[in-house]
Each structure stands twice: as C-alpha cells, then as structure tokens.
C-alpha cells in the first residue's frame, strides 16, 4: 500500500511544472524533427529517385518500351514544393522515435510502473508495424498499383489515338505517401485494440460478435483512404481483416494475463492476510485463566 502511495506522490506535481516540462519535451521533438526534415530535403532527389523504383517495376512488367520511366512538373515550383512535402514526411519518419520517446516520457511520471512496463512495449511495436506497411506498399502494392494504371494506356496501333501515361512528380508523390500512410495506419490497429484490451475498454468477444461490421468497415476505409482503383482498395481491405484477426487474439492473450494477474494478486493478498493474521495471534498477551472458586 505503501509503495502505491509513493507512486502517486511522485506522479503529482504543480502545474508550471508540467509545463516546463511539456515544453522541453515538444523542444526535443521539434528539434528532432526539424534536423531530420533538412537532412531529407538535401537528399530529397536520391529519396524521390527511390521512391520512383517501385513504378520502374511496374513498367518492366507493363513490358513498355525500354523500361525508362518519365515523370513531369507542369508549374516552375511544383517540383520544389514536391521536395518539401517530401523532406516532410521523411522527416516524420525518421524523428517518430524521438518524438515517441518524448512522449512516453512526458506521460509515464503519471503511471503505475506496472502500467510503465505495460507502455513500452506498444511503443516499440509501433514504429516497426508502420515500417512492415509501408514495405508492403514499396515492395508490392505501389508496383501493382503503377501496373494496374499503365495497362489502361493506348499505343497508337490500329489508327487509334496514343495516350501515355505521364505522371507529376506532385501526383505520384501524393499516391505513395497516401498509400504508405493508409497501409502505415491500419497496421497499428493491434497495437490500438491491444491497449483498449489492457485497460477494459475492449474484450475479445466484442470484436468477435463485430467481425460482419468490421469486414464492412475495412471495404469502406481502404475506399476512402486509396486511390479509386479495385487493386490498392482489395490490397488495403485485406491485410486489415487479417490485422482485425490478430487483435482478436492479442485481445484474448491480453484477458488470459490479466486473469492470472487478478489470480495472483488475490492469493497474495490472501497470504498476507493470513500472515497477519497468524502474527497478530503470536503477538497477543496470553488469557489468564480466572482463579477457580
């Protein structure tokens, strides 16, 4: 009891203090940030060259040409604002571990250790669903995707007329990203059902009796969040049904400790209890016994 009380004197303290330290905490972040959109802007062609691979995929499988891939800027500083959105969101990228980090510290004076401990794994797990969705949209979907689009392109044969696909840097830029940050989003979906879990917000036979609704959910999110074509939006659905799945059974792993947690807590107190107990019957005075008549 008493270790409780300790903790929660730790975790209280005056308000300028909180913001004294909510102040230094967002310095940190926006500083991390801020390096680390400078560091992506003065390598912002290498970046968007990289990016542009998955579509040199796309195009060696459209067996188009010589594989070369054109892109084009229709605005003087279409490309440089393009660079910019991109150092943006590199940034992002690289400082969410810090910002993460600051977080977490600014929080977790006000948690339980218990809960502290509970904390930082989610906070690790995080950042690395993120980087398994956005390599599932690298790797695979935005290859797909570019293939889907070049397919609909007409050569010009047969006195037809020719139309060419020939993409803004702007517009390209803004698929992949709105395809890493939908394929990003929806991974940390275990991480999210996890922790409502942990704290009682959720059970898992309430996502199993929503199983018809989620499916239904998934259809219409990957709708809004892709591009309007069938491959991106089943490519999307999918993984977060089987997201929903597996928070179904992080969800039940999650009730399973909990119950051995409660279990063990009770027979603890129990045998604290008894030991009291015991001890308070050791300690007692002796009854003397009254003198017979």
Same mark, same amino acid.
């Given at each position: 009891?008493?270790?409780?009380?300790?903790?929660?004197?730790?975790?209280?303290?005056?308000?300028?203090?909180?913001?004294?330290?909510?102040?230094?905490?967002?310095?940190?972040?926006?500083?991390?940030?801020?390096?680390?959109?400078?560091?992506?802007?003065?390598?912002?062609?290498?970046?968007?060259?990289?990016?542009?691979?998955?579509?040199?995929?796309?195009?060696?499988?459209?067996?188009?040409?010589?594989?070369?891939?054109?892109?084009?800027?229709?605005?003087?500083?279409?490309?440089?604002?393009?660079?910019?959105?991109?150092?943006?969101?590199?940034?992002?990228?690289?400082?969410?571990?810090?910002?993460?980090?600051?977080?977490?510290?600014?929080?977790?004076?006000?948690?339980?250790?218990?809960?502290?401990?509970?904390?930082?794994?989610?906070?690790?797990?995080?950042?690395?669903?993120?980087?398994?969705?956005? /390599? $599932? #949209?690298?790797?695979?979907?935005?290859?797909? &995707?570019?293939? %889907?689009?070049? !397919?609909?392109?007409? =050569?010009?044969? *047969?006195?037809?007329?020719?139309?060419?696909?020939?993409?803004?840097?702007?517009?390209?830029?803004?698929?992949?990203?709105?395809?890493?940050?939908?394929?990003?989003?929806?991974?940390?979906?275990?991480?999210?059902?996890?922790?409502?879990?942990?704290?009682?917000?959720?059970?898992?036979? /309430? $996502? #199993?009796?929503?199983?018809?609704?989620?499916? &239904?959910?998934? %259809?219409?999110? !990957?709708?809004?969040? =892709?591009?309007? *074509?069938?491959?991106?939006?089943?490519?999307?659905?999918?993984?977060?049904?089987?997201?929903?799945?597996?928070?179904?059974?992080?969800?039940?792993?999650?009730?399973?400790?909990?119950?051995?947690?409660?279990?063990?807590?009770?027979?603890?107190?129990?045998?604290?209890?008894?030991?009291?107990?015991?001890?308070?019957?050791?300690?007692?005075?002796? &009854?003397?016994?009254?003198?017979? !008549?």
């Amino acid at each position: 009891m008493s270790t409780d009380n300790d903790e929660i004197d730790k975790s209280s303290a005056p308000l300028l203090d909180h913001l004294i330290e909510l102040r230094s905490r967002l310095m940190w972040a926006l500083g991390g940030f801020f390096v680390a959109f400078l560091v992506c802007f003065f390598f912002a062609k290498s970046l968007f060259n990289l990016l542009v691979i998955p579509f040199k995929w796309a195009v060696g499988w459209a067996g188009i040409g010589d594989g070369r891939v054109e892109l084009i800027y229709t605005a003087p500083q279409e490309f440089f604002f393009t660079q910019i959105k991109l150092a943006m969101f590199g940034g992002m990228v690289i400082a969410f571990p810090l910002i993460a980090a600051q977080v977490y510290k600014f929080v977790a004076p006000g948690l339980y250790k218990n809960e502290r401990g509970a904390f930082l794994p989610f906070l690790i797990a995080s950042p690395i669903l993120f980087l398994i969705g956005a /390599a $599932l #949209v690298y790797f695979f979907f935005t290859p797909m &995707v570019m293939w %889907f689009f070049l !397919a609909m392109q007409q =050569t010009g044969e *047969d006195g037809q007329v020719q139309i060419s696909l020939l993409p803004k840097v702007s517009e390209y830029l803004s698929l992949i990203m709105t395809l890493i940050f939908s394929f990003g989003l929806v991974f940390q979906l275990p991480v999210v059902t996890t922790l409502m879990a942990r704290v009682g917000l959720l059970s898992s036979q /309430a $996502l #199993v009796d929503k199983r018809k609704w989620a499916i &239904v959910i998934a %259809f219409v999110v !990957a709708a809004v969040l =892709t591009p309007p *074509d069938p491959v991106s939006q089943i490519g999307l659905a999918v993984p977060t049904i089987l997201l929903y799945e597996i928070s179904i059974w992080t969800a039940r792993w999650v009730e399973r400790q909990r119950e051995q947690e409660r279990v063990a807590k009770e027979k603890k107190e129990a045998a604290e209890a008894a030991a009291e107990k015991a001890s308070a019957k050791a300690d007692a005075p002796p &009854v003397e016994e009254a003198p017979k !008549a």
